[in-house]
C-alpha cells in the first residue's frame, strides 16, 4: 500500500514570484485548475524562502475584505514562512499537522529545503477512498 505524502502529493508545483498581483495568481489558478500557489520569497539569497496563497486568502483577504485583486500583490495576502510536509511522511501524520494548523494544503519539501510537491486535503481524501486510514501495508 501507498501510504505516504509521496506517493500522493501533486506535482510540480506552480511557483510565483511576490510582486505578481492576485489578478494574475486567480488566473494561473483557475486555468490550472489548482487550489493553492508556492511564492519564492528568496529572491537573490541562496536559501530557500517560501510562502503561500490559497483559495481561502483569496476569499478572505480579498473578496471578503473588499481589496482589488488587481492592485494586490501575493506578498500582501500570502502566508510566509510555510510549513512543510516530509515526503516520507505518513498520510496519517501529514493529516494531524494539517488538523493541528487548520491547513488544506500543505507544501512538500525535500532535505535542502526545496519544495518538491503539495498535499491538499483533496488529495488525502482521495487516499482514503482508497486506502482508508489503516497504517498497515
Known amino acids: 500500500m501507498h ?11 506552480i511557483v510565483v514570484d511576490p510582486d ?4 494574475y495568481a486567480l488566473t494561473l489558478m483557475r486555468r490550472r485548475r ?6 519564492d520569497t528568496s529572491g537573490d539569497s541562496n536559501t530557500s524562502s ?3 496563497i490559497t483559495s481561502t486568502d483569496i ?3 480579498i473578496i ?16 510566509a514562512p ?3 510536509a516530509n515526503p516520507e511522511w505518513s498520510l496519517v501524520q501529514c493529516s494531524i499537522i494539517m488538523q493541528k ?4 494544503h500543505l507544501p512538500v519539501a525535500d532535505e535542502q529545503g526545496t519544495i518538491i510537491g503539495m498535499i491538499s486535503d483533496t488529495d488525502i481524501f482521495m487516499a482514503a477512498e482508497e486506502i482508508g486510514w489503516s497504517e498497515k501495508t
Open 101 to 104: 494548523h487548520n491547513f488544506h
Open 20 to 23: 505578481c498581483s492576485v489578478s
Open 82 to 84: 510555510v510549513i512543510t
Open 50 to 52: 517560501y510562502g503561500i
Open 64 to 79: 471578503a475584505a473588499e481589496r482589488d485583486p488587481a492592485e494586490t500583490k501575493v506578498s500582501e495576502i500570502m502566508t
Open 3 to 13: 501510504n505516504q505524502v509521496k506517493d500522493w502529493m501533486s506535482t510540480p508545483v
Open 34 to 39: 489548482i487550489h493553492s500557489l508556492i511564492i
Open 59 to 61: 476569499r478572505d483577504k
